[in-house]
């Protein structure tokens, strides 16, 4: 999913259930972070996101994600619309995060960002292989 389409989806959000310092007011969320978000000039935390759904009464995860169709399309443009094993799981990872608990949430994070890293850089595994599997350990134990 593009920045865009995502900043787009906050910003509609935001004026369609108030104004941006009714919704800073409400949040704690600072009017100018919020007209970041919802201009695309900043990635929002996750933190953000669920201050703003819980605030106008949207869905997390429509927030955060879009609707199944956006999830899909974007699943399928990563993955060249060939594997359709993966679509499957990225849409299963996606609407079923909510349901873990805070622990969990943060550790998969660490994962995730651990294999981002790897991808970005191939001696990250030689340089750091250690931690990834404290940080794989810690998950599954």
């Not at 001696?123 to 810690?138: G, Q, W």
């Amino acid at each position: 999913m593009s920045k865009e389409i995502r900043a787009e989806r906050i910003k509609n959000v935001i004026l369609e259930n108030s104004t941006y310092e009714e919704l800073a007011e409400k949040t704690g969320i600072s009017v100018s972070t919020l007209v970041r978000i919802a201009s695309g000039k900043t990635e929002p935390k996750f933190s953000d996101i669920i201050k703003i759904a819980m605030v106008t009464g949207v869905d997390l995860n429509e927030l955060a994600h879009g609707d199944i169709v956006n999830i899909k399309e974007d699943a399928m443009l990563k993955n060249d619309k060939q594997n359709d094993e993966v679509v499957k799981a990225h849409n299963f990872i996606v609407w079923n995060i909510s349901s873990l608990d805070k622990k969990d949430i943060l550790s998969i994070s660490r994962i995730v960002y651990a294999l981002s890293t790897l991808k970005k850089s191939p001696n990250y595994l030689i340089m750091h292989n250690k931690r990834i599997n404290v940080l794989v350990s810690n998950f599954f134990y």
